[in-house]
């Protein structure tokens, strides 16, 4: 099975900043585009950041303050967030596009795969 395993979330304060990474974990073959999302109570989940071939987009209320990242190597990609403001708290999930993967029994395939996601809080 395919899994994302989020790490790097805590607490800060207003200003600070916090490094999330995700690591992929399964029989992968490839995986096409990565990236972050987030959710606060009340709210839609909502994409902060994604890289792929193409590129890289970052929501605009981040923009100029967080980076995306990527170790294709690793299977690995990871979110640097800096300035962080109290409207940044949310918890984080990572994604993964159509992740051509392996199963046991079974021919691979894609999957499209979410994290459990990580708690950023950003005091003030």
């Known amino acids: 099975q395919v899994q994302l395993v989020e790490s790097g979330g805590g607490l800060v304060q207003a200003g600070g900043s916090l490094r999330l990474s995700c690591a992929a974990s399964?029989?992968?073959?490839?995986?096409?585009?990565m990236g972050w999302y987030r959710q606060v109570p009340g709210n839609q989940r909502e994409l902060v950041a994604r890289i792929g071939v193409g590129g890289t987009n970052y929501a605009d209320s981040v923009k100029g303050r967080f980076t995306i990242s990527r170790d294709n190597a690793k299977k690995t990609v990871s979110l640097q967030m800096n300035s962080l403001k109290p409207e940044d708290t949310a918890v984080y999930y990572c994604?993964?596009?159509?992740?051509?993967?392996?199963?046991?029994?079974?021919?691979?395939?894609?999957?499209?795969?979410w994290g459990q996601g990580t708690l950023v809080t950003v005091s003030s």
């Open positions: 994604y993964a596009d159509r992740v051509f993967a392996g199963t046991p029994g079974q021919a691979p395939r894609f999957f499209d795969v």
């Open positions: 399964g029989s992968i073959f490839s995986i096409n585009d």
